[in-house]
């Protein structure tokens, strides 16, 4: 493995998780709350209908929402950096 790859891994795997909050943010998963009219509303909508009127715990809207409040947990940001290292991996091999 050269230092590209190296170099590219890293990259991605810092990338990654420091835009997985901007990129919670920028759908609607917020510190406040889900922003009105957002997809993350759409999405809680969808989940509230399906499940009668609330949102269960432990499903993706819940997750995404706990995420956006109160930031990744050590174990989501691990896989994160994991995803974002693989891209970078795959980039340097397509370069």
């Known amino acids: 493995m050269g230092l ?4 590219l891994a890293g990259a991605g795997a810092a990338g ?6 901007v990129v919670l943010a920028a759908v609607g998963f917020t510190s406040a709350g889900i922003v009105a009219g957002s997809y993350a509303a759409g999405m809680m909508s969808a ?16 997750v995404l ?3 956006g409040a109160a930031g990744l947990p050590a174990a989501a940001s691990a ?17």
Request: without cysteine; aromatic residues 4%; charged residues 0%.
């Open 4 to 7: 590209l790859t190296f170099a």
């Open 79 to 95: 896989g994160v950096a994991g995803v974002g290292a693989t891209i970078g991996w795959i980039t340097a091999i397509l370069i």
């Open 16 to 21: 990654a998780v420091v835009a997985a909050p």
């Open 47 to 62: 989940a509230a209908v399906a499940n009668g009127g609330a949102v269960a715990a432990g499903t993706t809207v819940a």
């Open 65 to 67: 929402q706990a995420a």
